[in-house]
């Protein structure tokens, strides 16, 4: 039988919306989190881009509607699903974590939210954003408060 160590990986969990179902689990305080979120960031950006360029989309995310041919909407869908592979994919990168069905709740990640209407993966990156400021700001004044009683006769 293996041995378990045991230490603190510095992961937490998170609730969504208060739903005691949809549950992320990721370390807040990784720097590298950081990094993984501003490389994503670029790459959905331009995705968006390509498909908002070609794509008309109603204000809940799915394709509008304007007398298209069916080949036309098709080629819409097929964007359209390009674009949610490659939210999946740099959502999951940037949790190290299957995040992405917990997160949409089979919800288009283009759907827009609240009262500026802003695209439901915006605003799930936005509130995540801020939990991970919120502790690394705090891992910092703790690291100081560690490394202070050792510089303190230097300054």
Do not use: C, H, W
């Not at 378990?4 to 689990?25: C, E, H, P, Q």
């Not at 950081?34 to 994503?40: D, G, L, P, Q």
Request: glycine residues 6%; proline residues 3%.
């Amino acid at each position: 039988m293996a041995k378990n160590i045991s230490y603190d990986d510095g992961y937490m969990s998170f609730t969504l919306n208060g739903d005691k179902d949809r549950v992320i689990r990721f370390n807040p305080s990784d720097l590298n989190i950081i990094k993984r979120a501003t490389e994503a960031a670029a790459v959905l950006d331009e995705a968006e881009k390509s498909l908002t360029a070609t794509v008309k989309l109603n204000p809940d995310g799915t394709i509008a509607e304007s007398g298209n041919s069916e080949e036309d909407m098709k080629a819409a869908i097929d964007l359209l699903n390009g674009f949610e592979t490659v939210m999946r994919e740099q959502l999951n990168y940037i949790f190290n974590s299957d995040v992405y069905d917990i997160v949409f709740a089979g919800q288009s990640p283009l759907s827009t939210v609240g009262k500026n209407k802003i695209p439901l993966y915006e605003s799930f990156l936005d509130g995540a954003m801020a939990v991970m400021s919120d502790e690394i700001t705090e891992n910092n004044k703790a690291s100081k408060a560690r490394t202070g009683k050792y510089t303190k006769g230097y300054k």
